[in-house]
Nanobody
């Protein structure tokens, strides 16, 4: 079992940047693939980006390609997954969640939320003037 805790959200003006962090702990943390998801008010939760634990392969939804970058940092007792968000737009406003799955990572895996086993509590990102 793993635990995930997100941080780094906040209020930013359009065109600005934020870096979200997801700290992953647990005995098997290094074997899980990690994804970032977001849910805007009145909308369904959607996949944003994911990264493979095996080889670092990354995936992005089309609306964030070229603006967001996912990366990871493996330390001795924790694994941290970052989501660097640049050129933010008002439509990026949402609660951002990280999640973990032990399934083989593909670009389509982000489309099925039920395949992600563990979730964090979320962090709010607001892009507004």
């Amino acid at each position: 079992q793993v635990q995930l805790v997100e941080s780094g959200g906040g209020l930013v003006q359009p065109g600005g940047s934020l870096r979200l962090s997801c700290v992953v702990t647990g005995n098997t943390r290094n074997y899980y693939n990690i994804g970032w998801f977001r849910q805007a008010p009145g909308k369904e939760r959607e996949g944003v980006s994911s990264i493979s634990s095996a080889d670092g392969t990354t995936y992005y939804t089309d609306s964030v390609k070229g603006r967001f970058t996912i990366s990871r940092d493996n330390a001795q007792n924790t694994q941290t997954i970052y989501l660097q968000m640049n050129s933010l737009k008002p439509e990026d406003t949402a609660v951002y969640y990280c999640a973990a799955t032990d399934l083989f990572l593909t670009d389509r895996l982000m489309s099925t939320l039920s395949l992600w086993d563990y979730w964090g509590q979320g962090t709010q990102v607001t892009v507004s003037t």
